[in-house]
């Protein structure tokens, strides 16, 4: 098989026919034991692995992640009011060698034609702009994805404001959609402030301190005893810390990172998505360094500032070795979107219920 063949999302068909159809998926799910010892949140978790927003599309996508041993999983981000999604392809497979956080280069490339070596060295762009149904649909779907958890795992969703024409207004539409989701009665909401491939003023709110601190602050008003995780993209040095001084007082985690928007090209050098979408969000294998250095930074700035925030690790984790890479950092969980999506058996392999390919990491 190939491996665009081994994915749960089909990159040949469209986002509606994976939200109707998905997951893809025809494997055997093992049997495996809960064991509750990971704090979270408030949480005992049975690890501290899970799925970040992007991947599980609705309640089908839940349910099947939670048997396979996911144990953090949040819900693909939702929307105040029904919001399309941007035309197919929205997948393609990225070449490119190990990103460094500190030294990204100015453009990278798809192929066309062209696949990774191995499941556990994909790296792709995606670009999906965080379409979301109607809120009743949305709701409905979230209240059906709890009845599918296992002991010892936490389902959370993520929302975004969408920007019309002022901040103020985003900051009101932040507050409406998080309202939206406390009634569904789950137990951790995220605010989603980055996302590559949307509108300037809802896709970089994580580089606006004053904007992301003011909407957790509106935000912490109507979800009261709530805790609010928060998704960011990569910043690092004085940026980041000004960012975690907005948020810290009103927060109770920071998920990072989301993915590292650059130009992607053909061979050509044309833009390998159209000629309207000239950057995308490039994650996946070759983004861990840069993950890694976040949550690396992310971790002194709090002990320095004895802030009381989770930090989340997340980018490049595509074999169970990379997980224990984060946690050593000293992160409190670990998100997995792209290895998740080609390995769907990673969380089992972390746990030891199933054996670890031996493929180069």
């Known amino acids: 098989m190939s491996i665009k063949g081994l994915a749960t999302y089909d990159m040949d068909r469209d986002y509606y026919h994976n939200l109707e159809q998905g997951p893809r998926f025809t494997g055997e799910i093992p049997p495996w034991k809960t064991q509750p010892a990971f704090p979270f949140l408030g949480h005992t978790l049975n690890s501290p692995l899970g799925i970040p927003a992007g991947l599980l599309l609705d309640s089908k996508w839940i349910k099947l992640y939670a048997q396979l041993g996911y144990d953090i999983l949040v819900y693909k981000t939702v929307r105040s009011r029904q919001y399309p999604v941007h035309p197919w392809p929205n997948c393609l497979f990225v070449r490119t060698p190990m990103l460094s956080p500190r030294d990204l280069p100015h453009r990278v490339v798809a192929p066309r034609n062209w696949e990774p070596p191995s499941p556990r060295q994909v790296t792709i762009t995606n670009s999906f702009g965080m379409p979301s149904l109607e809120p009743p649909d949305w709701q409905e779907d979230v209240e059906r994805a709890l009845d599918h958890l296992r002991k ?124 309207e979408r000239t950057t995308s969000g490039v994650c996946g294998w070759a983004i861990r360094q840069c993950g890694l250095a976040f949550a690396k930074e992310a971790l002194a700035i709090k002990e320095v500032e004895k802030y009381d925030l989770a930090i989340c690790g997340c980018g490049g984790v595509t074999h169970p070795s990379h997980v224990e890479e984060y946690l050593n950092l000293g992160v409190q969980a670990v998100f997995t979107c792209t290895g998740a999506m080609f390995n769907p058996y990673l969380a089992l392999e972390y746990k030891g219920v199933v054996g670890s390919s031996a493929v180069p990491v």
């Open 152 to 275: 010892g795992q936490v389902i959370i969703v993520s929302g975004v404001g969408t920007f019309e024409d002022s901040e103020e207004r985003l900051v009101q539409d932040f507050v409406r959609v998080s309202s939206m989701i406390k009634e569904t009665g789950v137990p951790v909401v995220e605010l989603n402030f980055s996302c590559p491939n949307t509108a300037e003023g809802e896709g970089v709110i994580y580089t606006d301190p004053p904007l992301a601190g003011r909407i957790a602050r509106e935000v912490r008003k109507v979800l009261e005893d709530t805790p609010v995780l928060i998704k960011v993209g990569l910043l690092l040095g004085r940026e980041l810390k000004g960012l975690m001084k907005a948020l810290a007082p009103w927060v109770q985690g920071i998920v990072g990172i989301n993915s590292v928007s650059l130009s992607v090209v053909d061979e050509g050098g044309q833009p390998a998505l159209g000629p």
